[in-house]
């Protein structure tokens, strides 16, 4: 596939180089412009009187392919990058699967320093732990 999009450039290049040079030597309107520097009186000596037809006609042709390869192109390239991008996300989620799951951590809850059962008194402000802050000592 690499190889297609590779020659495909180059004919897209190649094609846009050429619409370049149709667009230069073309006749402008008033007879002036960048046409006449780069020597649109040859295309006349070449092509004949209707010159500006044949030029006119190629340039149609050759812009009809650019677009045809612009979008071939376009879509060689998304294709290429969608198939590798599923394919590699694909593989790394089997190989993170094969290599087993992750431990989860568990909560550990310390057992309570008082009674398990509350007091017969009903009074459950006695089973909480009493935290004291002491100073340390030297």
């Known amino acids: 596939m690499a190889f297609i999009v590779g020659i495909l450039t180059f004919v897209i290049v190649l ?4 619409l370049i ?7 402008p309107k008033k007879d002036a412009g960048a046409g006449m520097a780069f020597g649109a009186g040859t295309a006349d000596a070449l092509f004949g009187a209707g010159s500006g037809n044949a030029l006119t006609k190629i340039t149609k042709t050759a812009t009809i392919v650019f ?9 060689l390239h ?5 198939d590798n991008s599923t394919s590699d996300f694909t593989k790394r989620v089997q190989l993170k699967q094969q290599q087993g799951t992750v431990a989860q951590p568990t909560a550990t809850v310390p ?8 007091p017969a008194s009903g009074n459950l402000l006695s ?3 009493v935290q004291t802050n002491a100073p340390a000592a030297k």
């Open 127 to 129: 089973t909480l732990p």
């Open 15 to 18: 094609n846009a180089i050429l």
């Open 111 to 118: 057992p309570s320093p008082g009674p398990a059962t509350p």
């Open 67 to 75: 677009i045809l390869l612009a979008v071939a192109l376009g879509y």
């Open 78 to 82: 998304d294709r290429a990058h969608t």
């Open 21 to 27: 040079l149709l667009v230069l030597v073309q006749l």
